[in-house]
């Protein structure tokens, strides 16, 4: 996919071209909005002469145990080697993620425990649909968890690794899971520190069985074990003094049977290690690594910068050829390599052993590692999968790969709902003006955050794009000047008439088959529409709802037959609007855009063509849905979300809730206070207000929402308490007390559990 498939494109999902027939043959399966890795829903594969500690695993698996388990404890004492056998205990019905630093993305993690989940027993679609929709994140979660509720028959969940999990959304995700599993169900999380889980409810309820390095460490009928396993006869005084100097860590007995293996004439360990990095690190060297040949030192130590390995990709990052019989050989004398697959194409280090390595390189040959990232990179990009290549460019430092890359990526990637992946890559590469891509990066950027309702990394990425050179030709063959002008038009911050100037500018350096030419055809009738030119505007419409169907950019046709509906109605033609509406409103419920900005028009002029028409149970349900994206609509997208605002404020009108559409003219107001020039809409407003001057206000009740406390609705169902929401949405804690208070009163409830009641009732939350 090319770097050019940006903002219309995206907005209809990951697939580049799709027709409402294929939406709705999408919408029976369940697969994920993008590539998964297989091995990590897989337990690793057992090494030879494994130790089975069937003590812990018969403490684990006694039936009616706590939710959760959790085993903590430093690298090295086998915490994934205890997991893999209680799952294996328990055969049927466990479903296995092992954590790395990608799932610091909600979107990510919870999709791979979607994933293992489905495999156990298939997940309702809709759990996948939702985790495909970009900004969703952490709101995803009560779908997961009435998924796992659903299920016919308890399941067991480990994630593995958990102490790579920082995210704060991640980490509420892990919350809900531990405190919210069905009766009979089991959460087992592994870490090297203290999990992030609210110990002291689940220890006061009974609900957690805490295992930690005293029940891990190994005593002498293990130690035995392990060293029987690795082919060594040691004598009853040699074990006695292994297990004094390791304390029983599993890694130190394993490493000192490797080195034992490796021709060590020394039988006891020349220092007293018990997890230690240092002693560790040490003993590698000196007992290990100075007894094998000095090849597979440098194929150990040089290919210790990838996670997993193959053949071909260490015969690339080696430079050097017979790899897969070096892992095949490595394997075979038990050397650190612990197989992904039965066919032994795919391996990886132990993890304790990997990080030793790869201190190793460092200290032997620091230049060495840019080098060997660069071309993990290269042979990642040729293989099709760039978001690895995109990992190993930046730990290369080579910005100019990394910006391609990104480039290339970051819009099918936010597509895919993975909002917080390309935030890290925007993050790595802020400041970077010299590097090529920067300005479309930074343009590109900025309409994420701008559909995304975050006005502020709007302004900011926009403000970095533009400070960027404006000149050069980008690889899908647009202007660098176009892509700018592109964002400007869809900003439009300095009014109506620079926005159409923009749109035409963007046109031109536009090449023919770019995606982005419907966004801007849109854009420029909807500047001649604002300008009070509807006959011209539509015509414009018209060719451009042709281009955006034809892109498989859905989404925004629906937008635009709204407005064409829009201008129907100006002239009094109800039939034809009301035929625009169905053929809009259709195109998003096959779609499934709910959750989109985009839909926000869609919604709320529907609402008020099916009010006007006297349907007004579907009338008043796509106001809910309108109202659900306010949070959405700011000045950062500014006429989009005040045409939106406005005819949800008509629809509020249309129902005789004045206090609601008071409200959303508010919102309106605060818009048109950081973007005036907004052509005709300022008026329309004014002329709307000054009708509500002389209505009776009535009462004020769910209608009247802020867009904050709508925002608040979502966090107000988890498991957060109110200092938990604050931290999340960076404000104080007592404004959003005040703002949970407010929320109480216009529902007419005075508790939490009421309120998510009421959310329920009213539709509030997103539909499932």
């Known amino acids: 996919m090319s770097g050019s498939t940006k903002f219309d494109r995206v907005m209809a999902g990951p697939q580049p071209r799709t027709t409402p027939a294929g939406i709705r043959a999408r919408r029976r399966t369940t ?41 903590v404890a430093p690298p090295g004492y086998g915490k994934t080697t205890l997991l893999a056998q209680w799952a294996e205990h328990r055969r049927t019905r466990v479903a296995w993620v092992s954590l790395d630093d990608r799932d610091n993305d909600p979107t990510v993690l919870m999709t791979y425990i979607a994933v293992a989940l489905d495999r156990v027993e298939p997940l309702a679609p809709s759990v996948f649909r939702a985790l ?35 995210n704060p959304q991640c980490l509420d995700v892990v919350t809900a899971l531990a405190l919210g599993l069905p009766p009979g169900s089991q959460l087992a999380v592994s870490s090297r520190h203290r999990l992030p889980l609210p110990l002291a409810r689940l220890r006061a309820q009974g609900g957690i069985h805490e295992v930690g390095v005293t029940d891990l460490a190994m005593g002498r009928r293990y130690a035995r074990s392990l060293f029987d396993g690795a082919g060594l006869k040691v004598t009853e005084a040699e074990l006695t003094d292994v297990l004094g100097r390791t304390e ?60 997993r390995l193959s053949g071909p990709l260490c015969d690339a990052v080696l430079d050097s050829r017979g790899s897969a019989r070096t892992l095949a050989h490595l394997e075979n004398r038990n050397l650190l390599v612990v197989p992904l697959d039965h066919r032994r194409q ?26 060997l990232h660069s071309r993990a990179a290269a042979w990642f990009e040729s ?24 480039l290339n990526v ?51 990425w926009a403000a970095a794009a533009e400070r960027s050179p404006s000149a050069g030709i980008l690889p899908d063959g647009n202007t660098v000047e176009a892509t700018l002008a592109y964002l400007r038009a869809l900003l439009c911050r300095d009014g109506v008439a620079s926005m159409r100037d923009d749109a035409r500018m963007a046109l031109a350096g536009l090449g023919p088959g770019s995606p982005y030419r419907a966004t801007m055809l849109h854009t420029e009738a909807v500047a001649y529409l604002l300008e009070e030119d509807p006959d011209r505007a539509d015509r414009i419409f018209a060719h451009a709802a ?13 937008v635009i037959l709204a407005n064409r509906g829009m201008i129907a109605t100006g002239r009094g033609d109800w039939v034809e609007a009301e035929r625009f509406a169905s053929e809009a409103l259709s195109i998003v419920d096959a779609g499934q855009f709910d959750e989109y900005w985009t839909s926000a028009l869609v919604f709320s002029w ?61 919102q309106v107001h605060d818009i048109h206070q950081q973007r005036p020039d907004l052509g005709v809409l300022p008026k329309q407003a004014a002329a709307l207000r000054a009708r509500l001057d002389t209505i009776t206000p009535g009462s004020i009740g769910a209608s009247s929402l802020t867009a904050a406390e709508l925002r608040l609705l979502p966090m107000l169902a988890t498991h957060l308490t109110i200092p938990e929401i604050a931290k999340r949405l960076f404000v104080s804690r007592h404004t959003v007390k005040s703002q949970v208070i407010a929320i109480y009163r216009k529902f007419g409830v005075n508790s939490r559990a009421e309120a998510i009641a009421r959310m329920h009732e009213l539709g509030l939350l997103s539909h499932s």
């Open 31 to 71: 697969k994920p909005s993008f590539e998964l890795s297989e091995s990590k829903l897989h337990p690793p594969l057992a090494r030879p002469g494994i130790v089975s500690r069937d003590d812990l695993v018969a403490r684990l698996a006694n039936e009616g145990g706590p939710p959760v388990i959790s085993v």
């Open 132 to 166: 495909a929709v970009p900004g969703m994140g952490g709101a995803a979660v009560p779908r997961l968890m009435a998924a796992i509720a659903s299920m016919t028959e308890p399941i067991g969940l480990v994630l593995d690794q958990a102490e790579v999990v920082i």
């Open 383 to 406: 293989n099709g999968m760039p978001e690895t290549a995109i990992e190993h460019a930046q730990a290369g430092g080579d910005a100019d790969r990394v910006a391609r890359l990104v």
């Open 546 to 558: 042709d281009v955006a169907t034809s892109t498989g950019a859905l989404p925004l046709a629906a």
């Open 606 to 666: 529907g609402a008020r063509v099916m009010l006007h028409g006297g349907h007004v149970a579907r009338g008043q349900d796509y106001v809910v849905r309108a109202a659900r994206l306010r949070p959405l609509l700011t000045y950062a997208l500014p006429v989009g979300s005040v045409q939106a605002l406005l005819e949800l404020a008509h629809a509020y009108v249309a129902l005789g809730d004045a206090a609601g559409a008071r409200t959303v003219l508010r």
């Open 346 to 371: 795919w391996y990886r280090y132990h993890q304790l052993f990997r990080e030793l390595l790869h201190a190793e390189l460092v200290q032997r040959e620091p230049e060495m590692v840019a080098r």
């Open 248 to 307: 029983g860590w599993p890694a130190g007995l394993y490493l000192a049977a490797l080195a034992m293996n490796a021709g060590s004439r020394e039988r006891r360990l020349g220092a007293c290690f018990t997890g230690d990095d240092r002693f560790m690190g040490d003993y590698l060297r000196s007992e290990f690594l100075d007894r094998v040949s000095r090849a597979d030192v440098r194929f150990l130590t040089r290919t210790s910068v990838l996670d």
């Open 410 to 460: 970051m819009q099918p990637v936010w597509a895919s709902g993975r909002v917080e992946t390309v935030q890290r890559w925007m993050q790595w590469l802020d400041g970077m003006v010299d590097v090529a891509h920067y300005g479309a990066i930074a343009a590109h950027g900025s309409l994420i955050m701008a559909l995304l309702g975050r006005t502020a990394d709007a302004e900011r």
